[in-house]
């Protein structure tokens, strides 16, 4: 794993790199979830096994730096754009887990000419789920299924946003419309919902299937952070998609 560390108009981003690229395979850049990102690192190694990885922080959270302005979830996805620009990297495959969908999606909107395809990994947010007590409500129902250690990996990082930040994520990310940016992109789509995901329902998926002109989902196994327990299972999807547009 090579460790990164890029400054852009909206910060210093660090990014966590793994394989390596492979002739007529997109790489990959893997965005963070809400104000974590140690969890993906085990998903992450299943991707490097065939192409390049790049898991990417936002400003404020994780490993990155604080940001030099107010941002909202367009404005991580400006961030990330930045950060193509600066380091170079042409027709990857954007991917994100939980809110880090929706910055991957702004980032397809504002840089289609960077980005071939675009992942969505347990994307955010359900209607179910558009407002606080509700987001607390069925994000407690998803907590209950057995992910030993989710935790301990994520306390260092939550530690790290504090209070304020974990408050600000949420908020811009309940104003923020999914399937609005879905609707916007002109590369192919690929969603993943895990079956025990609380978070999330089946007519989601089919609703952002239908917003997207070239898009598909795949049901994986796990609750909303499949990817902990599960970190394989979104290799061969996501493959698949990269050598496509790859």
Excluded at 136 to 153: I, K, M, N, T, Y
Aim: aromatic share 6%; charged share 25%.
């Amino acid at each position: 794993m090579l460790l990164r560390y890029t400054d852009v108009p909206e910060g210093r981003i660090r990014t966590r790199v793994l394989g390596q690229r492979r002739e007529g395979v997109s790489p990959v850049v893997v965005v963070q979830g809400m104000t974590v990102s140690d969890y993906l690192l085990p998903a992450c190694a299943a991707l490097g096994e065939w192409t390049e990885v790049h898991l990417l922080d936002v400003p404020g959270y994780a490993g990155s730096g604080e940001p030099t302005r107010p941002l909202d979830v367009r404005g991580y996805g400006e961030a990330v754009v930045h950060w193509l620009q600066e380091t170079g990297l042409e027709r990857v495959m954007m991917v994100g887990h939980s809110s880090g969908t929706q910055v991957a999606a702004w980032t397809g909107v504002l840089s289609p000419e960077r980005v071939s395809a675009v992942g969505l990994a347990s994307p955010t947010i359900d209607p179910i789920a558009r407002s606080l007590p509700k987001l607390l409500f069925h994000w407690r129902r998803d907590a209950r299924a057995p992910s030993p250690g989710l935790e301990q990996s994520h306390g260092p990082e939550w530690k790290r946003a504090g209070p304020r930040g974990v408050a600000h994520l949420v908020r811009v990310h309940l104003r923020d419309r999914l399937e609005e940016q879905v609707s916007r992109l002109s590369m192919p789509v690929r969603a993943l919902r895990a079956e025990d995901d609380r978070l999330s329902t089946d007519r989601w998926m089919d609703e952002l299937v239908r917003a997207a002109g070239d898009a598909d989902w795949v049901s994986v196994p796990g609750a909303h952070a499949f990817v902990w327990l599960y970190p394989e299972v979104w290799s061969e999807p996501l493959r698949r998609l990269a050598e496509r547009v790859g």
